[in-house]
């Protein structure tokens, strides 16, 4: 969670939660639920080590605005989806997998840290204090140099760590401060989480965006134009600012591999949730949630490769949601079945060029690597593109082994896709 704007008094009521930050959190443990996982990497594996860090720790309690009922905060939902995972992943197993975890919890606010730390001796964690779990009454940018220290020495190899940083707003971590943790740190993933159209607001209402945008760490992002210029010449100046934000924001942060969909609101959208990491696996679970989470999450561009390529209103767009009137921007893609079936489909007109251009053969692994990031799509949308075109006779999938793939199922990151030589397709 946030400082502002929530009302911390260590004495007082809990603090009330907007329905969107419980959405941010339910996304967040399943996210650490499942990707937890996937680090286990046989049955003979012993131990599985990993850090968990929160920036902005908040007071770990809340009461939800609307249904009145007690909500936990990102620190206690980090430590039940790692008791939740080591569950599942034990399930079955001869000797347990040890959970070797470290929990760092940041928080300024002082009213805020003392209720934090109330909610973890309530629920039973005081006596890791101090042990797995180490609290910070101070700015994240204090403790970051010190926490990625202890990561690096911790696991010199990888520095597997998840740093979850939901701001409030859009100025508070600068992109090199994410730029080093993701450097320094080859396995670290960072959640962030961007007022986006907050901060259209500020630039559009006050001179001082060159300022903020020097701040954040991203000054060149509006190529020289003013907001004055953009707003009397943009068709939808809100959807321009945003598809000239994102480019620069995650290049900033020097992430390779990164999701940035909206989390819904009561209104049109306003927050991006940001997952920036260096490895494809990462990407794609957080994809998977986004999809298994649809209720939460929605995007205004295309449901193929080049999703970012469609924003704003596009009669092709309308075209790939099968004839059906999507309302664009204000439907949007919203990761249902309509949605699924648009990847699928678009998917097939596009990816056979990609195959064609390597006619001895490109991995799946590569494919899905080097075109995941503008695409909504998670692996089992593309092997279901892909599973079709085999159907088709426009490519042919090859196992190491040399074996024809024929089922989405069997496809794997090392299977070779060629064209097919009784191929239907044409440019």
């Known amino acids: 969670m946030t400082h502002a704007p929530y009302d911390y008094r260590a004495d007082g009521p809990l603090p009330t939660v907007k329905q969107h ?49 007690d ?5 206690l939902v980090m430590l039940q989806a790692a008791k939740e995972a080591e569950f599942l992943i034990n399930q079955g197993r001869l000797k347990p997998l040890r959970m070797n975890i470290d929990y760092f919890f940041v928080e300024l606010d002082k009213d805020a840290f003392k209720l934090l730390g109330r909610t973890l001796d309530e629920q039973g964690f005081n006596g890791r204090v101090g042990a797995d779990i180490q609290l910070f ?16 020495k911790k696991s010199p190899r990888s520095g597997r760590s998840i740093f979850v940083l939901d701001q409030y707003g859009y100025s508070k971590i600068p992109a090199s401060q994410i730029r080093a943790i993701l450097k320094a740190l080859p396995s670290s993933e960072v959640i962030l989480t961007f007022a986006v159209d907050s901060f259209i607001n500020y630039a559009s209402d006050f001179d001082q965006t060159g300022r903020l945008l020097q701040q954040i760490g991203i000054p060149d992002v509006l190529k020289g134009r003013t907001i004055e210029d953009i707003k009397s010449k943009e068709a939808d100046f809100r959807l321009y600012i945003q598809s000239c934000l994102y480019p ?4 900033a942060c020097g992430a390779r591999y990164y999701t ?39 995007h205004y561009g295309g449901p193929g490769i ?15 949601y099968m004839g059906q009137a999507t309302g664009q921007p204000s439907l949007g893609f919203c990761f249902d079945n309509l949605a699924a079936e648009a990847s699928a489909k678009t998917l097939m007109e596009q990816l056979p060029h990609i195959v064609y251009a390597h006619p001895e053969g490109i991995s799946f692994g590569e494919l899905f690597a080097t075109t995941c990031n503008t695409s909504p799509a998670d692996t089992g949308k593309y092997k279901e593109a892909i599973a079709r075109l085999i159907s088709q006779k426009d490519i042919q999938v090859i196992s190491p082994e ?11 990151d090392k ?12 440019f």
């Open 402 to 412: 040399g074996n024809q793939r024929q089922k989405a199922s069997t496809i794997g």
């Open 137 to 152: 009454n101070s700015r994240f940018e204090d403790q970051v140099d010190g926490i990625r220290d202890f990561i690096a």
């Open 306 to 320: 080049d999703m970012f390529q469609a924003l704003g209103y596009s009669a092709a767009l309308d075209d790939q």
């Open 21 to 69: 930050s419980v959405a941010k959190h339910e996304v967040l443990r399943t996210y650490l639920v499942e990707y937890l996982q996937t680090l286990v990497g046989s049955p003979g594996q012993e131990e599985l080590r990993v850090t968990l860090v929160d920036g902005y720790a908040g007071a770990g309690r809340y009461r939800h605005e609307t249904t009145g009922a």
């Open 248 to 251: 620069e924001l995650v290049a």
């Open 71 to 75: 909500v936990f905060g990102s620190p």
């Open 260 to 298: 940035l969909f909206f989390i819904r609101t009561d209104g049109h959208g306003d927050y991006w949730l940001v997952h920036l990491s260096q490895h494809p696996r990462a990407r794609d679970v957080m994809t998977q949630v986004h999809w298994k989470k649809n209720n939460h999450f929605i």
């Open 415 to 426: 299977d070779q896709l060629i064209p097919s030589s009784q191929s239907t397709f044409g």
